[in-house]
């Protein structure tokens, strides 16, 4: 499966603090892309870009590795935006959501 982590709103810009537990993932066969983002009030706003970055880098990962289930997985404020995602989005559509509190 593939994995799209979102971090916590503070640590958004430095994912690098999650580099241990996203590696274990990785270690397990998962693949992992983690996006960033810029935080701002506007949710809507954000999950749009959100949307467009991953998709961005998903389709590189469609083309080697062929079509894959998607779990949403979000820290924090992460964890509200994949919510946000599954929920208000119906063209990203998810696997199931892992929520870190």
């Not at 241990?20 to 066969?29: M, T």
Request: with cysteine; hydrophobic share 45%.
């Amino acid at each position: 499966a593939l994995i799209h982590f979102l971090p916590g709103q503070f640590l958004s810009p430095t994912p690098i603090l999650y580099t241990r537990f996203l590696e274990s993932l990785s270690e397990k066969g998962y693949l992992i892309i983690s996006t960033p983002y810029n935080p701002s009030l506007d949710r809507l706003e954000i999950c749009d870009d959100i949307l467009q970055s991953f998709k961005l880098i998903a389709n590189e990962v469609i083309e080697e590795f062929g079509v894959l289930p998607v779990i949403g997985m979000g820290h924090s404020n992460g964890a509200v935006l994949s919510l946000l995602i599954s929920s208000l989005f119906p063209d990203a559509p998810r696997a199931g959501n892992v929520l870190i509190r």
